[in-house]
């Protein structure tokens, strides 16, 4: 069982470190800077000015949609929050004419 067990995990290990491997990523700290300075020049690496017009655009696109989405979230928070006064508020002028109730009941 011991075997098996031990088989299996070696077998784990080998495959999992064949799989990965062949990014960027995987470099050490030297040898990424050296591979992003051999890729820069070769054709693939060059971009068209409709490419960069391109994602200038999808950037510019990013940004407003988490701009809309922040002020989604900022108008929810306070939908939310003028929710939770209203009701605190009329919890109050519950708590308020009770309370005269009962002062208007000590009188008489």
Not at 36 to 63: C, P, Y
Not at 85 to 107: F, Y
């Amino acid at each position: 069982m011991k075997k098996i067990l031990i088989a299996l995990s070696l077998s784990a290990f080998l495959v999992t470190g064949c799989a990965t491997g062949g990014s960027v990523g995987d470099y050490a700290m030297g040898d990424d800077s050296a591979a992003i300075k051999a890729g820069r020049n070769q054709a693939s690496a060059q971009l068209s000015r409709a490419e960069l017009e391109q994602h200038r655009r999808q950037r510019q696109n990013v940004s407003e949609e988490l701009a809309l989405e922040s002020q989604k979230r900022q108008n929810k928070r306070n939908e939310i929050n003028g929710t939770m006064g209203t009701a605190a508020s009329a919890v109050g002028l519950i708590g308020g004419i009770a309370g005269t109730a009962a002062l208007i009941k000590a009188w008489f």
